[in-house]
């Protein structure tokens, strides 16, 4: 299992930013697949997962309304699309998933999941 976070990067308060997620070894309509954040100097924190039959949840309230988790099944890749950034999104963004698990009903800094893409660095500048 493999997942490769791509698409971060350096934006301005109120800018967009659309996060990739490839994925290799997991097929996306089996399993589950989330995304998490590390903010500088804090703990990480669970922000969405999209599940095997393609429903989202957002686990962290702050993004909602502004986030948008979606998938393409074919290319076995997930996106976050990330609207209106603010400062306090600047965080590095991991991608996880794990062969057993098919829903987004965790939550936790990992959400259970085991296998774990590279980071990508969001920096939201004011």
């Known amino acids: 299992v493999q997942l490769q976070a791509s698409g971060g990067g350096l934006v301005q308060v109120g800018g967009s930013l659309r996060l990739s997620c490839q994925v290799s070894?997991?097929?996306?309509?089996?399993?589950?697949i989330g995304w998490f954040r590390q903010p500088p100097g804090k703990e990480r924190e669970a922000v969405s997962c999209i599940n095997q039959i393609g429903d989202s949840t957002y686990w962290e309230d702050s993004v909602k309304g502004r986030f948008t988790i979606s998938r393409d099944v074919a290319k076995n890749t997930v996106y976050l699309q990330m609207n209106s950034l603010k400062p306090r999104d600047t965080a590095v963004y991991y991608c996880?998933?794990?062969?057993?698990?098919?829903?987004?009903?965790?939550?936790?800094?990992?959400?259970?999941?085991?296998?774990w893409g590279k980071g990508t660095q969001v920096t939201v500048s004011s």
């Open positions: 996880a998933g794990d062969p057993n698990i098919r829903t987004c009903a965790f939550r936790g800094p990992d959400g259970g999941m085991d296998y």
């Open positions: 070894g997991l097929s996306l309509d089996r399993h589950a």
